[in-house]
C-alpha cells in the first residue's frame, strides 16, 4: 500500500499540494475527480495525502492520524479506500475499481487512487470513462500521471488538473521520513553506520566505475540492506545520492561530510539531471516496497534502471 502512515500529519504545502486543492480539500468542496501531475513520487505522496485528508474523521490542515478511518489507513484495511496501477494500469485494474464502486460504503465517503493513467491503455480509459461521468455522490477519484499531455483527452476532460510543484533535486526526501532519516543519520556512535555508507559508496562505484551488470548490483544491494530494514536502506541511498548531486552542482557537503572525497570522485561521472533521474528511481523502488513487491525482484528493476541512467 503506497499511502503514508496514519501517524503522519505532514500538512499539505510539505507534500507539494496547491494552494487552490489545499483550499478545496479543507472545505470539503473537492470534485469527485483530480488528477495530480508530477514525479511519480511526488504525486504518490500528495495522492496518499488527499485521499487520508478525504477520509479522516477530524482533518483539519492535515488528517489527524488517529481517528478510527486513519489507524484503518495505516494498517492498509480501510473498507472504503482502493489504490490500483502500482505495477501499471490495467484492464483488470478498472474492473477491480467497478467492482469496488458497486458495494456499500461503510462509511460517508469511497476514496480510490488510479496511478499512472498516462499510462493507461486504450481499452482500460474507455471502461473508466461512464465511471467518471457518471460519478456516485462522496465518491472520489484521484489519479495521478507524470504527463499531463500523455493522458488521453477523455480522461483530462472529466478530472480537475493539478500540477504538482516539484520537490526538486536539491531539497531533503520524503518530509514523512524526516524523523526517521535524521534517527540514521545521527546513529554515527554505531561503527556500524560507518560501515554501512562505506559499502554504499562501494556499491556506487560497482555501478559507475566496474559497471557491474544489474543482476550482480541487486544481489549485492539485497546483501547491504541486510544490515538495515529494506526501506531505510533505500531512504539512506537516496539521500547519499542527492548529497552527490549537490556537490556535482557546486553546493557543499552536508550529512555526508566524512565522506567527502569520496563524493568529489564520484560526483563528475554524471551529469546533474542523470543524478535526479536516480534519486527518482530510488524512492521509487521504495514506494514498491511499500506495496509489498518481493525485494529481489523489486531491487534487480531498480538497477536496471540505474543501469540505462548511467549508460
Not at 505495477?87 to 476514496?111: C, I, N, P, Y
Not at 518530509?175 to 534517527?183: D, F, M, V
Not at 561530510?257 to 530510488?282: G, K, T
Amino acid at each position: 500500500m503506497r499511502v503514508a502512515a496514519a501517524g503522519d500529519t505532514t500538512n499539505g504545502s510539505l507534500v507539494g499540494l496547491p494552494e487552490p486543492l489545499m483550499t478545496s480539500l479543507t472545505a470539503r468542496s473537492l470534485l469527485h475527480a483530480v488528477l495530480l501531475v508530477g514525479t511519480p513520487t511526488d504525486t504518490a505522496r500528495a495522492a496518499g495525502f488527499v485521499a487520508r485528508h478525504l477520509l479522516c474523521e477530524r482533518p483539519a490542515d492535515a488528517p489527524c492520524g488517529t481517528c478510527r478511518a486513519c489507524v484503518q489507513m495505516a494498517a492498509s484495511a480501510h473498507p472504503d479506500f482502493l489504490e490500483v496501477g502500482a505495477e501499471g494500469l490495467k484492464t483488470a485494474d478498472v474492473e477491480a475499481v467497478q467492482d469496488w464502486l458497486a458495494t456499500k460504503a461503510h462509511g460517508g465517503r469511497k476514496v480510490y487512487i488510479l496511478y499512472g493513467v498516462d499510462h493507461m491503455t486504450g481499452v482500460a480509459a474507455n471502461r473508466m470513462l461512464k465511471t467518471l461521468e457518471e460519478p456516485e455522490p462522496h465518491v472520489y477519484a484521484i489519479m495521478t500521471a507524470k504527463s499531463r499531455q500523455n493522458v488521453l483527452s477523455t480522461i483530462r476532460s472529466r478530472a480537475f488538473a493539478y500540477d504538482l510543484a516539484p520537490a526538486g533535486p536539491y531539497t531533503s526526501t520524503d518530509p514523512a521520513a524526516a524523523e526517521q532519516l535524521h534517527s540514521l543519520l545521527h546513529a554515527t556512535e554505531d561503527p556500524s553506520f560507518d560501515g554501512f555508507v562505506d559499502q554504499m559508496i562501494k556499491w556506487t562505484k560497482m555501478w559507475l566505475v566496474e559497471r557491474a551488470p544489474a543482476w550482480t548490483l541487486a544481489a549485492a544491494w539485497q546483501s547491504l540492506s541486510e544490515q538495515l530494514p529494506a526501506e531505510d536502506s533505500l531512504l539512506l541511498l537516496a539521500e547519499w545520492l542527492r548529497e552527490v548531486l549537490n556537490v556535482r552542482a557546486n553546493m557543499p557537503c552536508g550529512r555526508f561530510q566524512d565522506w567527502e572525497q569520496a563524493i568529489l570522485r564520484i560526483a563528475p561521472i554524471l551529469e546533474i539531471h542523470q543524478w535526479a533521474e536516480a534519486i527518482e528511481i530510488v524512492l521509487e523502488c521504495r514506494l514498491r516496497l511499500q506495496s509489498h513487491v518481493v525485494a529481489l525482484l523489486n531491487f534487480e528493476q531498480m538497477c536496471i534502471r540505474l543501469r540505462e541512467v548511467s549508460s
